[in-house]
């Protein structure tokens, strides 16, 4: 089956780094994103990667190895607002995304 | 209309009764897709469409029907509701399948059936 594992909830403090990790069983590859949930709202894009390697934009960062298939987010001076979930989600050989289920950053002053 | 919309934002329903969740998007998009989000769960695709005129069905479509008349429309009906199908319904759009054609989302319809 298909499978894409994260973990439940993290917890940072304002200002610092935390690094999201993503693991990944599917049929087939076709890109990883990586996507921001506020609480009662619906997701954003945040990242796109098809290619090994890092990925950034401004204060976040995703990062893809294809073959041991893992992905993570790196989010940099971290703020309040970027409490929320975060959703990471693989295309597969059908082209359709296969999600996991989540994880929800609490960020402390 | 500014990128995607769904009505209504929230539906409390008896089971047993129809109900049809809209989708419109102005954004010209050729694909769209039906996700339906439980806590503790992935979304989870209902039901999809790669371009007007054509649908298929994702990894959980029983009880889901869609239809895709047009380019803007995506509407999911539920012929008969049960309890189980209480969640939070969210319509996404992407301009093709493949790249990085992200996927939009629409604000969600909160669906609780009784």
């Known amino acids: 089956g298909q499978n894409i594992d994260q973990p439940t909830e993290m917890t940072a403090t304002e200002g610092a780094i935390v690094q999201i990790n993503c693991t990944y069983q599917?049929?087939?590859?076709?890109?990883l994103f990586w996507y921001q949930q506020h609480a009662g709202e619906a997701p954003t894009f945040l990242s796109y990667?098809?290619l090994d390697g890092l990925e950034e934009k401004g204060r976040f960062s995703s990062f893809l190895s294809r073959s041991k298939g893992y992905s993570y987010l790196l989010l940099k001076e971290l703020q309040m607002k970027d409490s929320a979930s975060y959703l990471c989600?693989?295309?597969?050989?059908?082209?359709?995304?296969?999600w996991g289920a989540g994880t929800k950053l609490i960020i402390k002053p | 209309i500014a990128g995607i919309t769904q009505a209504p934002t929230s539906q409390i329903l008896a089971a047993g009764r129809r109900m049809t969740l809209r989708c419109t998007q102005d954004m010209r998009h050729n694909a769209m897709y039906w996700y339906r989000q439980d806590l503790g769960l992935g979304l989870r695709l209902i039901h999809y469409s790669n371009t007007a005129g054509t649908t298929g069905k994702g990894e959980v479509p029983d009880g889901y029907s869609v239809s895709r008349a047009n380019t803007d429309d995506f509407p999911l009906t539920l012929a008969s509701a049960v309890p189980s199908q209480t969640s939070v319904y969210f319509c996404a759009s992407s301009e093709g399948l493949a790249g990085a054609n992200e996927q939009f989302f629409g604000p969600g319809t909160r669906l609780t059936v009784l």
């Open positions: 990667n098809v």
């Open positions: 599917t049929s087939g590859f076709n890109g």
């Open positions: 989600a693989v295309r597969d050989s059908n082209y359709q995304l296969i």
